[in-house]
Nanobody, 124 residues
Framework: EAQLVESGGGLVQAGGSLTLSCVASGFTFDDYAIGWFRQVAGQEREGVSCLSAIDRDTDYADSVKGRFTLSRDNAKNTVYLQMERLKLEDTAVYYC?????????????????WGKGTQVTVSS
């Protein structure tokens, strides 16, 4: 059974840092583009960052560019999202996503697998 499991969320003060992890199992990790999305209750799921399965390029939403860094460890089937200089507006549930043999994507359409999410709360 294909699975994505996120961890690393929590409560942090504005300006602080967190690193999220996403561990994949049950599918060929290397064949999938891995993305991070976030969602606030009542709002649409928003693409945060993505790593292409084709050219290993990475992309970031403008709102997180320069503060978030996505990395991948294929040996551990794990993707990390390092988040720095966190802002109140980064508060959301963060989801890991996998899309088969895809380039960069920022919309939730066409995602093959989703994790259950991890809560990130940034306080003032």
């Amino acid at each position: 059974e294909a699975q994505l499991v996120e961890s690393g969320g929590g409560l942090v003060q504005a300006g602080g840092s967190l690193t999220l992890s996403c561990v994949a199992s049950g599918f060929t990790f290397d064949d999938y583009a891995i993305g991070w999305f976030r969602q606030v209750a009542g709002q649409e799921r928003e693409g945060v960052s993505c790593l292409s399965a084709i050219d290993r390029d990475t992309d970031y939403a403008d709102s997180v560019k320069g503060r978030f860094t996505l990395s991948r460890d294929n040996a551990k089937n794990t993707v990390y999202l390092q988040m720095e200089r966190l802002k109140l507006e980064d508060t959301a549930v963060y989801y890991c996503a996998a899309r088969y043999y895809s380039g960069i994507y920022s919309r939730p359409d066409g995602v093959d697998y989703w994790g259950k999410g991890t809560q990130v709360t940034v306080s003032s």
